[in-house]
């Protein structure tokens, strides 16, 4: 491989062009190749001395400026080498001096923003002396093995599904007894914190509800209404509030299954005293724009208000506008998505005739998944939307809705 | 046809820091007030400073109500226990999440185990939700859950609900009833809470928010990860037929789980 010099020469263009004239014939003639002309050697070129210093680019540059140049350019592969196998280390903690456990939520299966925030906080009391996390919840522990956990116990698959929130409370309190963990930490949800305090009445314990802040010598949470803070020694038992810890990224625990001595799911025991669970169906219109979790909306590009309203009742989706429209009195007030509206964080945001303008989609940026139907194909909607379809919002409608009847007595 | 005792604490203005009536316990007195029980009891527990503030209450059409008179920073569990032992009442009535002191949430539990019955929290309906067939000796709950979803299901034997802010709104506390309504202060022992006064306690000051930042790659992708909603990198059907598009949609909405 050859090494750029760090002394670049100095190009001289009339001494170029001058070496390379032929003088035979009626007029002067270029030599196509260029011929060596005589070299400034006291130009330095900064780039090729700043490229030869570089001694890693993975996380951020570093540069090492003592270096001679000789012998820069094995190192600085080596560095560039290493990074582009940006590889995780794996964390294996083989005997745990203790045991921190936490009980996720794993709502619908999934992995949740706030399972993810319990398994940080519990690496923080782990982390301090060489304990190791334990979660607990149902299905398998692959997905939580990024999250930081390093133990895991699968509840039965069966109670992902129903709400026996006595059973998952006994299974708790039996691993507690089982374990014997140093702390307990649930997501401070309405599920979790409901299991949450019944295992601390269970067990006659103290529980420091939507902690905020934690260390090993000191957890605080709010208290008297959000007014005060109230600190204290972490305690057995502990719920951790929404967003108080940044998930962990960039680590790669085991979430190995743990192995018991004797299976602690005897929740069967007693007969639950709460039974016959059903969802109940709601009126998706009944529910506030920050509450819902679909939610179709119209732009000014929507002229054919009677298939709207039908489109909304046939998808089950709340209805919903841009200014435009709510201004024109098509939809009332609180049904504007935006900047001067409600900012809302479905999950799905149907949209048909709206062009994006930044007040609009300042109020969709925590939507998941987008799909636009515009005629215009340079909107920014398009471009926000995860499916774009670039056609007349009153023929779509129209179309979807008898698909979704047909589909619907098929 | 039931026996119904509420427990209502003082509540604090989050602005100006006034005892006012607490928001979930008076929507738990204004559920009470609609089951029609045969007889309904009121306490509340607390030092004797509370008696002004529980006037509020006694606004909203209640006649008389119990006061458990405690010391200050007294823990409030055993005395009520021991009060709601002699009702023996079949449904008592909560809110979620007291405004003042610990606010923990533990006291519905705590009550709950004292006197042996079931927990549900979250409630927003007691009564037959739509279905008719009910069992005999189950009362019909309805909870709220989170995003607005409700869910209906029964409780068997006497239980402790607590109330979930959606829940009907209370009615408004009028003047005069309040000052003719009657409040029997019942002197009380209790232990005091050794937990909170080892808790070291001081002004909250708001936290930073947290926010989701990508972490890695350059001081741009970082930027744009921050700032931006979402690079469009979607699928994209340009002018397609109507049916076409439709078929999309439907696709879509179902891979997201959106559609059956
Ligand atoms: C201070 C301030 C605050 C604001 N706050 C908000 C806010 O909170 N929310 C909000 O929404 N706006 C807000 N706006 C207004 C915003 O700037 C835009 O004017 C508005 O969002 C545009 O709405 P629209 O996309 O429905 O209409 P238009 O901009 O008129 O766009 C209509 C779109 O429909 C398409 N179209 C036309 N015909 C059809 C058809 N047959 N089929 C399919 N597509 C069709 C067009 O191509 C176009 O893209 C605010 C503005 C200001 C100044
Ligand atoms: N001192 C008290 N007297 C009566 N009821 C109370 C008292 N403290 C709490 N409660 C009830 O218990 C609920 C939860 O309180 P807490 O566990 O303190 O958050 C409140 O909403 C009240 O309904």
Known sequence: MTQPSPVRRRVDPRAERAARTILTGQRPRLLPQPVAVAVNGRRRDPRALRAAALVQIQPRPRYDWARDAASAGATAAVGIGVAATPAIPLQVIAEPAYLILAMLDRPGGEVSEHDRQVIAAARLLADAGGGAVVTVSTGSGDALAEAGSDRHVALPDGWADDYVPERRAAAASALMAALSPRHILFPDSPDGGDVARRVAAAAGERLFAGVQSLGPDRATRQSAGGSLEAGHRPTRLMTVAVDAFPPLDGVRHEARPLDLAAPVMAGEELPPRLGGARRLAVDPDALSLSETDFILSAGNGVTDWQSFAELGEALGATRAGSRVVCDAGHLPRERQVGASGMVVSARCYLAFGIAGAPQHLQGITGVRHVIAVNTDLHAEMIKRADLSIVADAQAVMPALIRLIRERRHA | ?260
């Open chain 2, 1 to 260: 046809m039931l026996d119904v005792a509420v427990l209502l604490s003082i509540g604090r203005h989050p602005v100006s820091g006034r005892a006012r009536r607490a928001a979930t316990d008076a929507q738990a007195l204004e559920m009470a007030l609609a089951l029609r029980p045969r007889r309904l009891t009121a306490i509340h527990a607390g030092p004797p400073t509370d008696g002004e503030a529980l006037r509020a209450y006694l606004g909203m059409g209640l006649e008389r109500l119990t006061h458990l008179v405690l010391s200050e920073g007294a823990d409030p569990v055993e005395p009520l226990i021991a009060h709601l032992r002699q009702f023996d009442p079949s449904l008592v009535l909560t809110g979620r999440q007291a405004e003042d002191g610990e606010g923990s949430g533990m006291l519905p539990y705590l009550i709950a185990r004292g006197l042996d019955a079931a927990v549900v929290p979250d409630v927003v309906r007691i009564g037959p939700a739509d279905a008719p067939n009910s069992i005999p000796g189950a009362a019909d709950l309805v909870q709220a859950l989170p995003r607005g979803q409700r869910r209906a299901l029964t409780a068997t034997g006497r239980f402790v609900a607590t109330i979930h802010p959606s829940a009907p709104p209370a009615r408004a506390s009028a003047y005069g009833p309040a000052r003719r309504g009657v409040i029997e202060p019942v002197a009380a022992q209790a232990t005091a809470d050794l937990f909170l006064s080892d808790c070291e306690h001081r002004p909250w000051r708001p936290k930073p928010k947290l926010m989701r930042v990508k972490r890695g790659g350059s001081a741009l992708d970082r930027l744009k990860a921050a700032t931006e909603s979402k690079s469009g990198k979607g699928q994209l059907l340009v002018n397609p037929t109507a049916e076409a598009g439709a078929l999309a949609i439907y696709d879509s909405l179902v891979e997201q789980g959106m559609l059956p």
